[in-house]
């Protein structure tokens, strides 16, 4: 009979393998944390490691961070493995076998990025909104967009960060680095909570153009909140992430296999 909590049968495939787990229940700590004895490996076909295991479940039921579709969330899966080699260890996923084939994807070539060629990269969408230089968010005036991030050479080596709606060109900013804190006069409108706890949407010349109770209501009136890209660097700092990872592939009744850095899913 399958198991309900895929975590749990993480939890004893480590054990078996030699790892000592606690669990832990706090919110920003992983699902569990495994620390090698001597000789402990996640494989046979791997090498010992000294570097403690952050446990995470991945999959369609963990606060939505994956769809039942099977796919993966970037941002959850960057943030996780980016946060447990910040604390010294690797992060171990548990995923069933369409999450993990989504969450390979996301972490393996290109690692973190939709596209990668030379000095182009396509980046995922993350859940945040582009925050302006005078605190309001950018928007973009569109019912249904489907918003592409794309790093676009522009010689001598350059490359400029653009947003686009289909084919559609949204706004262009110089770098990944400018989109730390971009002008708000790049993009065509904005957005902010004023104090009268209402959206007010303003152009780029600072004219107000409407003002909602609401997202949906927002939305409706065809202003639409632009998501930021995910861009590695921004979340993983220097931070290595190579080796950082692996995934252990649960069938619903126990752990199958481990996918890391070089394998297939």
Not at 86 to 98: D, N
Request: aromatic share 6%; proline share 8%.
């Amino acid at each position: 009979m399958a198991t309900t909590d895929a975590l749990a049968d993480g939890v004893r495939y480590v054990r078996n393998r030699g790892f000592d787990v606690t669990r832990s229940t706090d919110r920003g700590e992983p699902d569990a944390v495994a620390t090698p004895r001597t000789g402990a490996r996640l494989s046979d076909s791997l090498p010992p490691d000294d570097r403690p295991l952050a446990i995470e479940r991945l999959d369609a039921d963990a606060a939505g961070r994956s769809s039942s579709s099977g796919a993966a969330d970037p941002t959850t899966i960057l943030e996780r493995v980016a946060g447990a080699a910040r604390e010294g260890r690797r992060c171990l996923f548990v995923a069933t076998p369409s999450v993990a084939s989504a969450a390979h994807d996301v972490l393996t070539d290109p690692p973190f990025v939709r596209r990668a060629a030379g000095d182009h990269r396509e980046f995922y969408l993350s859940p945040d909104r582009v925050r302006l230089d005078d605190g309001g968010l950018a928007a973009w005036r569109a019912y249904r967009p489907d918003y592409r991030w794309e790093e676009v050479p522009v010689g001598q080596g350059n490359v400029r960060l653009v947003c686009y709606d289909g084919e559609r060109v949204v706004a262009r900013l110089d770098s990944t680095e400018t989109l730390r804190n971009p002008p708000a006069d790049v993009f065509p409108y904005s957005y902010r909570r004023a104090a009268d706890k209402r959206l007010h949407v303003t152009d780029a010349a600072g004219q107000l153009l409407g003002v909602y109770g609401s997202y949906r209501a927002m939305r409706r009136a065809g202003f639409d909140p632009i998501p930021a890209p995910l861009v590695p660097e921004h979340v993983v700092g220097d931070v290595a992430l190579g080796d950082a990872w692996a995934i252990a592939v649960d069938d619903g009744e126990r752990i199958t296999r481990v996918v890391t850095p070089g394998t297939d899913a």
